[in-house]
C-alpha cells in the first residue's frame, strides 16, 4: 500500500492521509486530524473502509443510531500534506499493562488493521487492542481458526454466508453482509427475520451510500438476545420461503478448545424448500 492513501466519502470529497506501520498495525498520521475534523466525527461513530485499488479507500461513516451519517456538503479539498517526518512526535501504546514508545509523524493518529478480510468475515475490520484469551491463547487467532473450521465443515443445500463476530458487531445495531451474497437477495433491502430455533426476530436490510447491504433496526436485540461474543461464528442460512428469512446458526468461540462442534448443526437436512 503506496503513501499516501486516499480516502472517498460519498460526496465525492477525497483526503489524503499518511500512514506509518508498527507492530503490524498501521497508524494514521499526516492529513487524519483534517478529515476527523471535516466530518466531526466522536467516539460514539464508527468507520466502515473498503479498499478499492492503488492505496483508496471508500468510507462510510455511521452515527450513534448506526445509521449512516448526512454528509458534509461537497467542497474543494486543497489541503496539503506533509511529508513524513519520523521525528515529529511519539506514540505510546498500552497493551496488557506494559506500555510500548513509538516514533510517528502527528499528534493525531488512528489505527487500522493492515489486512483487508476477506468477504466471509463480513468488511474490513480494525484492529483494537489485543486481547488474551483465559487460556493466554491470542482471541484473534482463536477466532480465525474457528471460522476455518466452520468454512471446511459447514454445509447447507440453502444459500449461506459466515461472519465473525467482531466488536462493531456486538456493540453496534449493524451488521456487514458480503457482497458477493447480494445477487441470493435479489439486491433488495426491506424486513427481514432472523431465526434461531424456534425464536425469531425482525431486522432490517439497508443499503449505504456504496450499496454495501447492512442488517440493522433489530440486529442488536439479537445480538443481546442470543449472548454473542467478540469471536463467536454465525452462519447466516437463506431460507428458501416467500420473504427474506435466515436460520442463523452460532458457534461459540469460548467452545473452540474443548468441543468446537458439541452442536454439529447440518442445516441443510432441515431447511426444506
Known amino acids: 500500500m503506496r503513501n499516501p492513501v486516499s480516502l472517498m466519502l460519498p460526496n465525492l470529497t ?6 506509518i506501520k508498527r507492530d503490524g498495525d498501521v497508524w494514521f498520521l499526516n492529513g487524519w486530524k483534517e478529515f ?8 460514539a461513530q464508527f468507520l466502515m473502509f473498503q479498499y478499492e485499488e492503488k492505496s483508496q479507500f471508500k468510507v462510510i461513516v455511521f452515527g450513534k443510531s448506526a445509521l449512516e451519517i448526512k454528509y458534509p456538503s461537497s467542497i474543494g479539498n486543497d489541503k496539503k500534506v506533509e511529508e513524513v517526518d519520523e521525528s515529529d512526535c511519539s506514540l505510546e501504546i498500552v497493551v496488557d499493562g506494559k506500555r510500548q514508545k513509538y516514533s510517528s509523524t502527528s499528534q493525531s493518529c488512528k489505527k487500522i488493521k493492515t489486512s483487508i478480510k476477506e468477504e466471509p468475515e463480513c468488511y474490513a475490520e480494525m484492529k483494537n487492542d489485543v486481547k488474551k484469551a483465559p487460556s493466554g491463547f491470542d482471541i484473534d487467532d482463536m477466532s480465525k481458526a474457528l471460522l476455518d473450521k466452520v468454512k471446511n465443515t459447514f454445509r447447507s443445500e440453502n444459500h449461506f454466508f459466515l ?4 466488536r462493531t458487531y456486538t456493540e453496534k445495531d449493524l451488521l456487514n453482509i458480503p457482497k458477493d451474497f447480494l445477487e441470493h437477495l435479489r439486491n ?4 427481514a427475520t432472523l431465526s434461531v430455533k424456534e425464536r425469531s426476530w ?5 443499503f449505504s451510500s456504496y450499496k454495501q447491504a447492512l442488517l440493522c433496526e433489530g440486529w442488536r436485540t439479537f445480538s443481546q438476545d442470543n449472548n454473542l461474543k467478540l469471536g463467536d ?5 437463506l431460507d428458501k ?4 428469512s435466515f436460520q442463523v446458526v452460532i458457534f461459540r468461540l469460548r467452545e473452540h478448545h474443548s468441543t468446537l462442534f458439541a452442536e454439529d448443526y447440518r442445516l441443510g437436512q432441515e431447511l426444506q424448500p
Open 36 to 43: 476527523a475534523e471535516y466530518l466531526s466525527l466522536d467516539a
Open 163 to 166: 461472519c465473525k463476530c467482531q
Open 233 to 237: 461464528v454465525c452462519a447466516f442460512v
Open 188 to 191: 433488495k433491502g426491506g424486513n
Open 241 to 244: 420461503r416467500e420473504g427474506i
Open 14 to 19: 477525497e483526503w489524503k492521509v499518511y500512514w
Open 202 to 206: 425482525d431486522v432490517r436490510i439497508k
